[in-house]
């Protein structure tokens, strides 16, 4: 999950199953961390963060779990719905952010 | 959340041609807008860091007079593709900021420039 790659990664689930996207980081000095959803031709969408005092932060049908020791995000979705299928970014940032590579989630019904 | 507005969402225009796309922060003022440029199937690629009333920086190897941007107020920035061809032909996303810091993004919805 560096931020750099031609090929997007692809998760496909099937509706109602538990998602989780992973993430590689590589700035040890980032302190802060967010997930974003992006829809087709849509601008990426705030999904959940994390601040790097956390190792875990929960939200609505979303969980980030961040290990700075491996320095590794994921997002844990719950119960994965159709609409939940897009392209999934994970962002760093102890200045200015950074995008990962992404990744595509597929919610089959 | 705050709304960051985008405009135009599509523009298709011809090899040598200018284009101008705004990016205006609605509800809130915006001390620093940020541009990406995204190509298919990869990530937002930050080309710019624009803060108003001053000169925006530039990503290295982003060249600051083929892609000129001005951040003249706070609720509003503008990047103009100047002498656009088919390699510039990408989609173009804006987000704006309340602090200076990574945090607190809000992005537009996109630009897909087609480049003919």
């Known amino acids: 999950g560096e931020s750099v790659g031609l090929h997007l990664p692809t998760l496909s689930v099937q509706e109602g199953d538990n998602s989780i996207i992973n993430c590689a980081y590589s700035?040890?000095?980032?302190?802060?961390f967010i997930w974003y959803k992006q829809e087709s031709g849509k601008g990426p969408q705030f999904i959940i963060d994390?601040?790097?005092?956390?190792d875990k932060r929960q939200g609505q049908r979303v969980t980030v779990l961040l290990n700075k020791t491996v320095k590794h995000l994921s997002l844990q979705i719950a119960a994965t719905q159709p609409g939940d299928s897009a392209v999934y970014f994970c962002?760093?940032?102890?200045?200015?952010?950074?995008f990962g590579k992404g990744t595509m989630l597929l919610v089959s019904p | 959340g705050a709304v960051v507005s985008q405009h135009p969402s599509r523009v298709i225009c011809k090899s040598g041609t200018s284009v101008k796309i705004e990016c205006r922060s609605l509800?809130?003022?915006?001390?620093?807008m940020f541009w990406y440029r995204q190509f298919p199937k990869q990530s937002l690629m930050l080309m710019a860091t624009?803060?108003?009333?001053?000169?925006?920086?530039?990503e290295q190897g982003v060249e600051k007079d083929k892609f000129l941007i001005n951040h003249a107020s706070l609720t509003l920035s503008t990047l103009t593709v100047t002498s656009a061809h088919p390699e510039d032909s990408s989609f173009y996303i804006c987000?704006?900021?309340?602090?200076?810091?990574?945090?607190?993004?809000?992005f537009g919805s996109g630009t897909q420039l087609s480049v003919l």
């Open positions: 987000s704006a900021s309340v602090g200076q810091g990574g945090e607190k993004l809000f």
């Open positions: 700035n040890s000095a980032s302190d802060y």
């Open positions: 994390i601040r790097s005092n956390m």
């Open positions: 962002a760093e940032t102890d200045s200015t952010l950074t």
């Open positions: 509800d809130f003022q915006a001390t620093t």
């Open positions: 624009s803060n108003e009333g001053s000169k925006a920086t530039y």
